[in-house]
């Protein structure tokens, strides 16, 4: 998916990636292969289960290092609702919008069905409250795109992949 966060993605460190097809060939593919975008990459596209990835990283200060994880971590704590199960930011940020900004100005902040709900501490994450299911998730995610294109009339687009049916 390129992941990223604080103004960095995984791009910017994978030198190569190693994957096997679905019929069990191998392949080596390099940077320039993996068409990464902004959260996408040729396996968005492409079947193949990734086996290996090689990571160019840079040496630095211990303790620097130490630090800046911490930061990081801690504004994981404050910014986003970490203390309950979620897949992690469900949607993506838009060319000229902020999404969990328009989720939160159309009034949907803290928005549930069944135990699926919209954060109250970070309106891009659905989180579950309990026992939600895939259903309500998806229920939730689909009344959260429909009322966001009424209000600002802009498509949101799932950061989250759904597998299955």
Do not use: W
């Not at 309950?84 to 999404?99: C, H, L, M, N, Q």
């Not at 229920?139 to 209000?151: F, G, M, P």
């Amino acid at each position: 998916m390129n992941a990223g966060a604080h103004g960095k993605e995984m791009k910017d460190i994978v030198k190569t990636v190693k994957a096997i097809d679905y019929q069990g060939k191998e392949k080596i593919f390099t940077i320039e292969e993996l068409e990464f975008d902004y959260r996408t990459s040729l396996f968005k596209k492409e079947k193949y289960i990734i086996t290996e990835v090689v990571l160019k990283l840079q040496k630095g200060n211990k303790e620097e290092i130490k630090a800046k994880m911490e930061e990081y971590a801690n504004y994981r704590k404050e910014k986003q609702p970490i203390e309950y199960p979620s897949a992690g930011s469900t949607f993506k940020r838009g060319s000229d919008f902020i999404t969990a900004k328009l989720i939160d100005e159309a009034g949907l902040k803290g928005y549930h069905i069944g135990d699926a709900e919209i954060s109250t501490k970070h309106c891009g994450f659905v989180i579950n409250k309990g026992k939600a299911t895939a259903e309500d998730v998806l229920a939730l995610v689909e009344y959260i795109q429909e009322k966001v294109y009424e209000k600002f009339n802009k498509k949101i687009e799932l950061e989250i992949e759904i597998i299955g049916e």
